[in-house]
Structure formats: structure tokens, C-alpha cells
């Protein structure tokens, strides 16, 4: 046998005798937790824990982070001054570009509307979309008789207010309980997302409780009742690997016996091009469905702002895939790319409900399109 072997060898045997020391504890305290929510956590005999290559790739899996960020130190001000610190870089960007083209005494002509256009996609909200909004702009330009730049300039954030109104961007909890389940690729902040929106219903007196369907990612359910603890919910998982159709069965029958007023879904962070997500999300349905007749279902998607464009695709492929009822745009506080929200309401159709604008946990707002609008155009 190789030295190497021979260390890895001890190296696994001095685990699994520290394993087996710490079984009477954690089977004492498995006893003492509700059926439902319990999960097997000993593992069998002669287990051997992950190390060296086999502990790098489950690091790889698990992408977003294993404890929730500590609370950041919160802005001053009420809550529009928050969103405008939260979007000050895509203000930079977004206000810079537009105001060189709205500078004083500037002549509304050809050249100026191109010009917008291509500052409103260099500010990533999309060609199409830009397009879109420059020729509504002329038109109005036209019949309103604008002659003054800084009047365009305000018809202009008008039509943006207009876009960013569409659809209905609350969260419609009105229903005993109602589903809410939240899909999106890994690392765009689902779990982290999750939390917060726990942390927000509980505020608002609502209970909850948590089902820890994203079976697929290592430790993606041990990341979701760190969430559960902190917000003092209950939460329903089964083993890694399980059927989450299985998970949200159960979840159903949780928030059935406690009657709680909202149940929170996590799902597996698949690819927005993975063939199988229409079928898991159909049967997850169905299961719901019977379950839970008649109770509201909300599909939340999660987009990392920071993608860009790469966020607007996946949107897309995920609003054929799933029937979604709202966005939440996270991690718009690190980027320059906050315009893409224009773009996602205007090409899907579908209302953005919430945007991070920060680390705390109280840092997830309800998306408010007059405010967004404001502390887009607005210099501080």
C-alpha cells in the first residue's frame, strides 16, 4: 500500500472514530425532532467522509455560501434612500449616458434619438427594448410639441416609470397557505433570497414554513435550515438525492397541520436549457395541486443582476419552462448593470416583485417602479 494511501486511510479511520463518538448526541437530539421535519443524518456503517478529490468537487457543487452572510452595516435614511445608495453604480452608469445626451440646450433632432439608443444599451437595457423606447419617445416628443431637452429628458423617465409599472409586482399572499416557490440557476442567491423573504412575512406576522426541495446541490438543504433557525421556522427535508415532488408532498401536509400561512419551496438551481425542469416543476404541480386545492401559487424566479444579459436569457427560457408569476432580481447594490430590469419587464411581461440591494437580511424590498425610477434618474 502506497504512503499516501496509508495516510488517507488513518486519516478516514480517525473520522469515523470521532463519527462514532458523536453518534449517542446526535441521535439523543434527532429523537427530540418533529418526524416530519427530521432528516437520516448518521451515516452508515463504515462511512467514510469526502476528503481530497471527493471533498473538492461537493465544495464545487455547493456554490452559494454555507451560512448566511452576516448583516451588513445598513445605510442611513428611510427606504428610498436606501434603494438609491443600492443602485448607485447603475445610476452612475445609467444617469451619465443619459444626461450627455440631454445636456442643456441640446437640439432634439435624429442624431440625439440615436445617440439615446445606444446609451440605453450600453446601460444594458437591450436593443430591442431601446428601440422600443426611443420611438415611443419621438412620438410623444412629437405630439406633446417638445422642444427642450430637459422636458424630453423627463417624458423619457416617464416611459421607463410606465415599463417598470406594468404587471403586478406584489406578493399575493392570500390564501391559507399559499405556495411559494422559488426556482433559478445556482449562485443567484435562492437560498439567501429565501431567507430574507422568510424574514419579511414574519415581520409582517405572517407563519411560515420552509421545504427544502433542492435535493440535487450538496448541503443545499443544511444551507436552508441555517435560514429556518435564524428565523425561527419550521422546515421539512428529506434525505440528498430524494424526489422533490416527495419534499413538497410533505411540505404540504406540514403547512396543512400547523396552518400556516405560507409555504416557501426551495427547487434544485437547474439550468435554464435542462430539458427536464418542465417535467420536475410539472409534477411538483400536480402534487401541489392535490394537496393543496385552491391555494394561490406564486413561482418566484431568482436573477443574479450582475449577468447582465445572461440574466434576461435565462428569464426567458425559465418563463417557458415554468408559469411565473414574478421576478427577484438580486445583487443589484454590486453592479452597474440595474438597467437589465427595464429590459426583463419589458420583453417577458412579467412583474420583478423583489431586488437585493444589500447583504442584511432586511435588505430584500418590494419592488416599487416609481421609486426605482427615482433613484434611477435622480443625482444624488
Not at 434619438?113 to 410623444?140: C, F, H, N, P, Q
Request: charged share 30%; proline share 4%.
Amino acid at each position: 500500500m502506497a504512503l499516501f494511501d496509508i495516510f488517507k486511510k488513518k486519516k478516514a479511520d480517525g473520522l469515523n472514530e470521532a463519527l462514532e463518538s458523536a453518534k449517542p448526541a446526535l441521535e439523543e437530539t434527532l429523537e427530540d425532532m418533529e418526524p416530519a421535519v427530521r432528516e437520516e443524518t448518521l451515516p452508515p456503517e463504515g462511512a467514510f467522509l469526502p476528503d481530497g478529490d471527493e471533498l473538492e468537487e461537493l465544495n464545487s457543487l455547493a456554490d452559494e455560501p454555507s451560512e448566511p452572510a452576516p448583516a451588513a452595516e445598513k445605510p442611513k435614511g428611510g427606504l428610498f434612500s436606501r434603494l438609491a445608495q443600492g443602485l448607485g453604480k447603475t445610476r452612475a452608469a445609467f444617469t451619465g449616458r443619459v444626461d450627455e445626451v440631454f445636456r442643456p440646450s441640446r437640439k432634439i433632432d435624429d442624431d440625439l434619438y440615436d445617440e439615446l439608443e445606444e446609451a440605453l444599451i450600453m446601460a444594458d437595457l437591450g436593443g430591442s427594448t431601446s428601440m422600443e423606447i426611443v420611438d415611443e419617445l419621438r412620438e410623444r416628443v412629437k405630439s406633446k410639441h417638445i422642444s427642450g431637452a430637459d422636458a424630453a429628458r423627463c417624458e423619457l423617465r416617464e416611459i421607463i416609470t410606465e415599463i417598470l409599472s406594468s404587471g403586478d409586482s406584489e406578493l399575493r399572499v392570500d390564501t391559507t397557505p399559499t405556495v411559494v416557490l422559488v426556482i433559478g440557476v445556482n449562485g443567484v442567491g435562492k437560498t439567501t433570497t429565501i431567507g430574507k423573504l422568510t424574514n419579511k412575512l414574519k415581520n409582517e406576522g405572517k407563519s411560515v414554513v420552509l421545504a427544502a426541495a433542492d435535493t440535487f446541490r450538496a448541503a443545499a438543504a443544511d444551507q436552508l435550515e441555517i435560514w429556518a433557525e435564524r428565523n425561527d421556522v419550521p422546515i421539512v427535508r428529506l434525505t440528498e438525492g430524494a424526489d422533490p415532488a416527495a419534499v413538497i408532498f410533505d411540505g404540504c401536509g406540514a403547512a396543512k397541520k400547523r396552518g400556516a400561512d405560507v409555504l416557501i419551496c426551495d427547487t434544485a438551481g437547474r439550468l435554464h436549457n435542462k430539458k427536464n425542469l418542465m417535467e420536475e416543476l410539472k409534477k411538483i404541480y400536480r402534487v401541489i395541486e392535490r394537496e393543496l386545492p385552491g391555494a394561490r401559487r406564486e413561482v418566484l424566479l431568482v436573477l443574479d443582476a450582475t449577468t447582465g444579459q445572461n440574466a434576461v436569457n435565462q428569464a426567458e427560457e425559465f418563463n417557458k419552462a415554468a408559469e411565473l408569476t414574478g421576478i427577484v432580481l438580486t445583487k443589484l447594490d454590486g453592479t452597474a448593470k440595474g438597467g437589465v430590469v427595464i429590459q426583463i419587464i419589458q420583453k417577458l411581461g412579467v412583474p420583478v416583485k423583489f431586488i437585493g440591494v444589500g447583504e442584511g437580511i432586511d435588505d430584500l424590498q418590494p419592488f416599487n417602479a416609481a421609486g426605482f425610477a427615482a433613484a434611477l434618474f435622480e443625482n444624488e
